[in-house]
């Protein structure tokens, strides 16, 4: 259950106008996958979307540790004035650094790629791409592959801003 954590430190830190954007994305691209016209085509194009998915989720989740291990292990002095940065937020009573931000991010990335690639592992087993309810959740999960791609890019472009020390 601590991975319930993650989500609601990673919602509470996080600026709201980057998610309701990132979130609206999500939702009309989805959206638009949902109003496709029902067909074999459409059925086979996903099949294969969901086939594809669980090996890009696995490079993913690879690149988002990977991340994540350079974040905390490197020797730079930026990273070392980021953990003295405050970013305005505080949580559980305490001020929230922009060390703090970037670790969650990554943490709930990792943890919600994760939880993707199971979602994405066993929806051939228990959803009928064929009926109404299986276009649904598909296009949920569509919605949530998207989120989380554009939280990924928006964590990447943070670091290495960080990194660089550009503004």
């Not at 020797?75 to 953990?83: D, G, R, S």
């Not at 305005?88 to 790629?113: A, C, H, Q, R």
Request: glycine share 2%; net charge positive.
């Amino acid at each position: 259950m601590s991975y319930l954590l993650v989500f609601f430190e990673y919602y509470k830190t996080c600026k709201k106008s980057y998610l309701y954007i990132n979130l609206i994305i999500a939702l009309i691209l989805s959206l638009l996958i949902y109003f496709v016209p029902y067909n074999s085509e459409f059925v086979s194009k996903a099949e294969d979307l969901i086939k594809n998915v669980s090996t890009i989720l696995g490079i993913l989740i690879g690149f988002s540790i990977s991340m994540f291990t350079l974040l905390n292990t490197a020797a730079n002095p930026n990273i070392e004035e980021i953990k003295k940065t405050e970013t305005g937020s505080t949580l559980y009573n305490k001020p929230v650094y922009l060390f703090d931000l970037l670790i969650t991010s990554m943490i709930y990335i990792i943890v919600f790629e994760s939880f993707l690639l199971i979602v994405n592992l066993m929806f051939p087993f228990f959803i009928s791409l064929s009926s109404k309810f299986g276009k649904l959740i598909f296009s949920f999960n569509v919605f949530l592959l998207i989120h989380i791609i554009l939280v990924n890019v928006s964590t990447t472009i943070d670091f290495y801003f960080v990194i660089t020390k550009k503004k």
